[in-house]
């Protein structure tokens, strides 16, 4: 065990934090749509799919680099890892806008209505829907530039790197 953590550069760590800052966007998200309020019943399938993906892809990044491979297998597990990579952001984007894009036109209904509807609106199970489905998005937002930011570092020490340098 010590080992493998000593094989791992600032990259593995960072998209371990991809992997459970998803898990929480991917919960909020289902809690936001099967609690009542404003957002129930509002969950949609493209983003249940494409956080599944976030994950799976999170972790095939997290697992695949841990193995040794030679000759043209390490070539190809080499390129489709940094594919991932580059997919990763992408599919955590599209959850978000989508996210997003289901989410604004009811809470500016429900933040910015008229003075004569807001009584009616503002109730405390919408206004509850209406702050988990703003967690959901800044924790969206969070995961996205997590991502991002991940995808600029190695994830595992070299061979080089891991053998003691001997002075002489």
Request: proline share 3%.
């Amino acid at each position: 065990m010590n080992n493998l953590l000593k094989k791992q550069k600032v990259g593995a760590y960072l998209y371990v934090a991809v992997f459970v800052l998803t898990l929480v966007c991917f919960i909020i998200y289902l809690a936001n749509g099967a609690n009542k309020g404003y957002f129930q019943g509002t969950t949609e399938s493209v983003v249940v799919l494409l956080s599944i993906l976030g994950l799976l892809f999170t972790l095939a990044v997290i697992i695949i680099p841990q193995f040794t491979f030679n000759g043209v297998v390490a070539k190809i597990m080499n390129v489709l890892v940094e594919a991932i990579r580059i997919v990763i952001p992408l599919v955590l984007m599209s959850a978000f806008i989508i996210f997003t894009g289901s989410r604004l036109e009811g809470l500016s209904y429900i933040f910015f209505s008229n003075a004569n509807t807001l009584a009616e609106i503002q109730t405390s199970v919408n206004l509850a829907s209406a702050y988990t489905a703003i967690t959901g998005i800044v924790f969206f937002l969070i995961t996205q530039i997590v991502s991002v930011v991940a995808t600029f570092f190695p994830l595992t020490k070299s061979p080089e790197e891991l053998e003691p340098i001997v002075s002489k």
